[in-house]
C-alpha cells in the first residue's frame, strides 16, 4: 500500500520539488552494491482529439519505448531492474499526446525506502513517429540515468571506519488538548515504534553508522520515556552500550493535524551535542511522523555530513 500511494503521488505531484539531494557518506575503502531499479509500464493518454484511430500504433510505439528505456538502465552495472516491490528506486510515467504534433512524457523517481519524490520531469516533444518517440526516449533516459547516478546509496564504508550509534527510541511530548484527557494511546506507541524503525533503518543504510542497539541499556530516563529532558545523560548511557554517539529524538504532538519533530547527537564520551535538527511545525495526521522524521533526519544529519 506504501508503494501505492508513492506511485500516485509521483503521477500527482509534477512542478513540485523533487526535495533535497541525495545522502552521502564519508570517503573510505567501500564497495557499491548495485541499485534496486523497477520500471513501470507508462500510460498512455491521447487528448488530441484526433479522428484517426491510431491505438494500435501508438500501443507499440510506447511498447519500444519501454523497452528502449529498460534496456538503457539495465547497461549500467551500477544498476540492475527489479520487481516493484524488490526496489530502491521505483520509476513511473505517462506519455500524452495533446495534439497532432505535440506530446508529453511525465517521469518521476521514488525513493521507496526515503519515502519521497527524488526526480521528476515533463518533457514536451514534437512529431508523432517512430524518430520522435525515439528522440523522447533519449532525452528520458539520458536524464533518468543522471537522477539514478544521484540517488545511488552511497557505498557501505569499512566497519572500521563507522561511527557507531546508539538511536535511542523517539519519544512522545504530547501538548494536545486530547491528552490531558486520555493520555498515550497503544496507536501512539505504535507510530512511535515506526518513527524509530525509519530513521535507524536511513541512517543504516547511509553506510556511516554502525548502529548500537540500545535494547539492553537500563536507567529511569529510558523506562520513563525522559531522556530528551535528562541532560544529556543519553551520552553516558551510550558510551556504556560501546557508541561513539547516541541520538534522542522527540515527536511533539500540538494537535491531532500538527507536529514537530526534532533530535539532537551528542558525542558519547564527552556529552558535547554534534548536531541538532528541529523541523518546525509540520501539519499532518500521526501516521505523517516516520517521513517527518525521516526527512529530518537525512536533511539535517546526513545530507549536512555531521561526523565523528
Same mark, same amino acid.
Given at each position: 500500500m506504501? &508503494?501505492?500511494r508513492?506511485?500516485?503521488?509521483? +503521477?500527482?505531484l509534477?512542478?513540485v ?9 564519508d ?7 548495485a541499485?534496486?531499479v523497477s520500471?513501470?509500464d ?7 482529439? *484526433? ?7 501508438? !500501443?507499440k510505439r ?11 538502465v539495465?547497461? *549500467?552495472?551500477r544498476? $540492475? %531492474?527489479? /520487481?516493484?516491490? !524488490?526496489?530502491?528506486? $521505483? ?12 506530446g508529453?512524457?511525465k ?12 526526480f !521528476? ?9 517512430d ?6 526516449r ?5 536524464d533518468?540515468?543522471?537522477? %539514478?547516478?544521484?540517488?545511488q ?10 561511527? /557507531?550509534?546508539?538511536v ?12 490531558? /484527557?486520555s493520555?498515550p494511546?497503544?496507536?501512539?506507541a505504535?507510530d512511535l515504534a ?6 535507524r ?9 554502525h548502529?548500537?542497539d540500545p535494547?539492553r541499556a537500563?536507567?529511569d530516563?529510558?523506562?520513563h ?6 541532560g544529556?545523560?543519553d551520552?553516558?548511557?551510550a558510551?556504556? +552500550?560501546g557508541?561513539?554517539?547516541? +541520538?534522542?529524538?522527540?515527536?511533539? $504532538?500540538v494537535?491531532?493535524? !500538527?507536529?514537530?519533530?526534532?533530535? &539532537?547527537?551528542?558525542d558519547a $564520551?564527552?556529552?558535547?551535542?554534534v548536531?541538532?535538527?528541529d ?5 499532518g495526521?500521526?501516521y ?11 536533511d ?5 555530513g555531521a561526523?565523528?
Amino acid at each position: 500500500m506504501r &508503494q501505492t500511494r508513492l506511485v500516485l503521488l509521483a +503521477l500527482a505531484l509534477l512542478g513540485v520539488s523533487a526535495g533535497p539531494g541525495p545522502v552521502r557518506a564519508d570517503a573510505g575503502p567501500a564497495t557499491t552494491p548495485a541499485l534496486g531499479v523497477s520500471i513501470d509500464d507508462f500510460n498512455y493518454l491521447d487528448t488530441s482529439g *484526433e479522428v484517426t484511430d491510431q491505438a494500435a500504433v501508438h !500501443e507499440k510505439r510506447l511498447e519500444e519505448f519501454m523497452q528502449g528505456l529498460r534496456a538503457d538502465v539495465a547497461a *549500467e552495472p551500477r544498476y $540492475r %531492474l527489479v /520487481a516493484p516491490g !524488490e526496489a530502491r528506486i $521505483r520509476i513511473v510515467g505517462g506519455v500524452q499526446k495533446m495534439s497532432t504534433l505535440i506530446g508529453w512524457v511525465k517521469v518521476a523517481l521514488v525513493d521507496t525506502v526515503a519515502n519521497r519524490l527524488v526526480f !521528476e520531469r515533463r518533457y514536451s516533444f514534437r512529431g508523432d513517429s517512430d524518430q520522435a518517440w525515439d528522440r523522447a526516449r533519449i532525452f528520458v533516459s539520458r536524464d533518468v540515468l543522471a537522477a %539514478l547516478a544521484e540517488a545511488q546509496p552511497p557505498a557501505k564504508t569499512d566497519a572500521a571506519a563507522q561511527i /557507531a550509534l546508539a538511536v535511542f527510541e523517539f519519544e512522545l511530548d504530547d501538548t494536545s488538548a486530547a491528552a490531558q /484527557a486520555s493520555g498515550p494511546t497503544p496507536a501512539d506507541a505504535t507510530d512511535l515504534a515506526n518513527v524509530t524503525k525509519g530513521v535507524r533503518e536511513l541512517l543504516a543504510q547511509s553506510g556511516r553508522y554502525h548502529l548500537i542497539d540500545p535494547g539492553r541499556a537500563d536507567g529511569d530516563a529510558i523506562k520513563h520515556q525522559a531522556l530528551r529532558d535528562c541532560g544529556g545523560c543519553d551520552a553516558a548511557i551510550a558510551q556504556k +552500550l560501546g557508541a561513539d554517539q547516541s +541520538l534522542v529524538g522527540v515527536v511533539r $504532538r500540538v494537535s491531532r493535524t !500538527e507536529y514537530t519533530v526534532a533530535f &539532537q547527537l551528542r558525542d558519547a $564520551r564527552s556529552g558535547a551535542v554534534v548536531s541538532r535538527g528541529d523541523s518546525g511545525l509540520r501539519m499532518g495526521a500521526d501516521y505523517s511522523w516516520t517521513r517527518g522524521a525521516v526527512r529530518l533526519v537525512g536533511d539535517r544529519l546526513l545530507d549536512n555530513g555531521a561526523h565523528k
